[in-house]
């Protein structure tokens, strides 16, 4: 059973920077793609960033490129957001996916972790 547990989420001024965390367990994840995701209030959860486990291959929504970055760490099993030049609409609660790159929608999730971002 997969688990995923986010951490690093906080309050940050306009054009602060952020690092999420998610750490990994309950199986190897060679072959896994591990994503983030955000929902804002009143919002529907979006896409924010993807790489693959092995390869270490990215991709990013259009809104975040150039200012997050995601990374992996295959000895500490954990995934990272660096998140930089935050903007208030950057605010929602980020979550932690995971999925085998064999089928297409994401099936484990972590609790999540709020980002709010002040103007």
């Known amino acids: 059973q997969v688990q995923l547990v986010e951490s690093g989420g906080g309050l940050v001024q306009a054009g602060g920077s952020l690092r999420l965390s998610c750490a990994a367990s309950?199986?190897?994840?060679?072959?896994?793609?591990m994503g983030w995701f955000r929902q804002a209030p009143g919002k529907e959860r979006e896409f924010v960033a993807r790489?693959?486990?092995?390869?270490?291959?990215?991709n990013y929504a259009d809104s975040v490129k150039g200012r997050f970055t995601i990374a992996r760490d295959t000895v500490k099993n954990t995934v990272y957001l660096q998140m930089n030049s935050l903007k208030p609409e950057d605010t929602a609660v980020y979550y932690c996916?995971?999925?085998?790159?064999?089928?297409?929608?994401?099936?484990?999730w972590g609790q999540g972790t709020q980002v709010t971002v002040s103007s």
């Open positions: 996916a995971a999925k085998s790159r064999e089928i297409t929608r994401y099936n484990s």
């Open positions: 309950g199986r190897t994840f060679s072959g896994y793609a």
């Open positions: 790489i693959m486990w092995t390869g270490g291959s990215t």
